[in-house]
Nanobody
Framework: QERLVESGGGSVQAGGSLRLSCAAA????????LAWFRQAPGKTREGVAT????????YYADSVEGRFTIYLDKAKSTLYLQMSSLAPEDTGMYYC???????????????????WGQGTQVTVFS
């Protein structure tokens, strides 16, 4: 059965970097969009970054623009999220999502994504 598997989370000091990976075999060829979402303690899940596979267009939440980069290695069927200049407010569970929407306006609509991973925890301490 196809599934999304995240890895790369951990604890890091503020200002540091992490790279999250999402093994997405079976999804990368058919998904119009792939994304990373996160959920901080006590908050609702929010879209962090989305990649539209046909044209390579990316969207980012304002809070991570310029610090995070989403990219896809098609040969490895792996989606990545490179995170730099991490801050305590970046702490949360990070989820990979696939089979997403075809339109950019819905890039952070979690209900538009049909496949989800189990998540990987990111903790940023000051």
């Amino acid at each position: 059965q196809e599934r999304l598997v995240e890895s790369g989370g951990g604890s890091v000091q503020a200002g540091g970097s992490l790279r999250l990976s999402c093994a997405a075999a079976g999804f990368t060829d058919r998904s119009y969009s792939l994304a990373w979402f996160r959920q901080a303690p006590g908050k609702t899940r929010e879209g962090v970054a989305t990649l539209y596979t046909l044209g390579g267009t990316t969207y980012y939440a304002d809070s991570v623009e310029g610090r995070f980069t989403i990219y896809l290695d098609k040969a490895k069927s792996t989606l990545y999220l490179q995170m730099s200049s991490l801050a305590p407010e970046d702490t949360g569970m990070y989820y990979c999502a696939a089979d997403g929407p075809t339109y950019g306006s819905k890039w952070n609509w979690e209900n538009e994504f049909k496949a989800w991973g189990q998540g990987t925890q990111v903790t940023v301490f000051s």
